[in-house]
């Protein structure tokens, strides 16, 4: 496929991995008032997206050297389309219950688009099996105890009123992700055994 060639080549792998960790150090930045105010046994589980494209990163380094490690992709697939889907909806929701949205707004939602897309684009590399997949739903699952019994979750002024659906939702859209990482990897390496 002249899509796959493309994406795999590895001049391509380079760029994107510059995009990758340029967006993860300005994601970092971006989260730097929030991190100022967290206390520190919460510190990896507050700047999601940054952390998501942090392991996709990492993915892409691995794919570079000629290595497979399979939790950092486990980690990276399902974080990508977890926290890429969240931050567009929830940018989506802001424009529908304000009526507005910043240009910063626009960009999350492009930037994070692009985020859950470049996820499944790099899926037939993965080398994911259960128990990789296993921790990275742990991880996925903790991350939202910490934002929503804790109250680390990030902060969207307009959406603050609903907090609780969001939380609702969030829990749901980690297991369809799980679910759509196990159809799309797990099972399919467990196929080519």
Known sequence: MILQ????????????FIVNLLGTIYGYFWYGNQLSDTPVQ?????PDSPTASLFFTLFLLFLLIGKHVPIIEALAFTSLVKYGTWAVVMNLLTLYISGDLSWQGYMLIASHGAMAIQAFLYAPLYKIKLGHLAIAAIWLLHNELI??????MPVYGSLTDYQQHIGYFTFWLSIITIFTVYQISVKKNIRQL
């Open 42 to 46: 919460f510190l990896a589980f507050v």
């Open 147 to 152: 934002d929503y019994v804790y109250g680390m």
């Open 5 to 16: 060639k493309i994406l795999f080549h590895p001049y391509f792998i380079a760029l994107l």
